[in-house]
T-cell receptor, first 113, second 115 residues
Framework: QQQVKQSPQSLIVQKGGISIINCAYE??????FPWYQQFPGKGPALLIA?????SEKKEGRFTISFNKSAKQFSLHIMDSQPGDSATYFC????????????FGSGTRLQVQP | GAVVSQHPSRVICKSGTSVKIECRSL??????MFWYRQFPKQSLMLMAT?????????EQGVEKDKFLINHASLTLSTLTVTSAHPEDSSFYIC???????????FGQGTRLTVV
């Protein structure tokens, strides 16, 4: 029930293309869904987050799409750049009880110039 | 966003010794702190959750006597790896949350190598 499943494990995209990473969850008590970007040797940094009362949230080139009925959410990176090459983690958390984030397994994105 | 400072960023220690990692919230009061462990090319695995002034809650399989966590103030939590062994070599990351609990902010991580 605490798992968050993430795919794909790795992704290669051409510069200017769209990168899409998907996550699915089981726990219906989750109501906060952030995405993190992590560069090698660094801690994760929050990119964008969504709550289930909206189906989409956009911040710059990053968009989260959320499907509550399917218990799935995805990250879209528009106009992908080589500087976006990093590992991306989806996560989820409920508002009560356990406050720690449950992370997906991560997606290593490589944007080729 | 808020800043969480983790120190040191890298540490090498001899097998059998102890090493302390500090995690500080620089511009907010961290009522809750989390400690994660990350092996190469893997996800973050929660080790323990600590609330200021209370004992830490450890995840199943994490030895509380080996990984000592202290959260004595609203801006500082420490993780001490006691009697370190090579298998403790990993990337340790702290995260801090304020009283509102809206967002968790992460430190830069500490690369521990036990030789």
């Amino acid at each position: 029930q605490q798992q968050v499943k993430q795919s794909p494990q790795s992704l290669i995209v051409q510069k200017g293309g769209i990168s899409i990473i998907n996550c699915a969850y089981e726990n219906t008590a989750f109501d906060y869904f952030p995405w993190y970007q992590q560069f090698p040797g660094k801690g994760p940094a929050l990119l964008i987050a969504i709550r289930p009362d909206v189906s989409e949230k956009k911040e710059g080139r990053f968009t989260i799409s959320f499907n509550k009925s399917a218990k799935q959410f995805s990250l879209h990176i528009m106009d992908s750049q080589p500087g976006d090459s990093a590992t991306y983690f989806c996560a989820a958390r409920g508002d009560t009880g356990r406050r720690a984030l449950t992370f997906g397994s991560g997606t290593r994105l490589q944007v080729q110039p | 966003g808020a800043v969480v400072s983790q120190h040191p960023s890298r540490v090498i220690c001899k097998s059998g010794t102890s090493v302390k990692i500090e995690c500080r919230s620089l511009d907010f009061q961290a009522t809750t702190m989390f400690w994660y462990r990350q092996f190469p090319k893997q996800s973050l695995m929660l080790m323990a959750t600590s609330n200021e002034g209370s004992k830490a809650t450890y995840e199943q399989g994490v030895e509380k006597d080996k990984f000592l966590i202290n959260h004595a103030s609203l801006t500082l939590s420490t993780l001490t790896v006691t009697s370190a062994h090579p298998e403790d070599s990993s990337f340790y990351i702290c995260s801090a949350m304020d009283r509102l609990g809206t967002e968790a902010f992460f430190g830069q991580g500490t690369r521990l190598t036990v030789v």
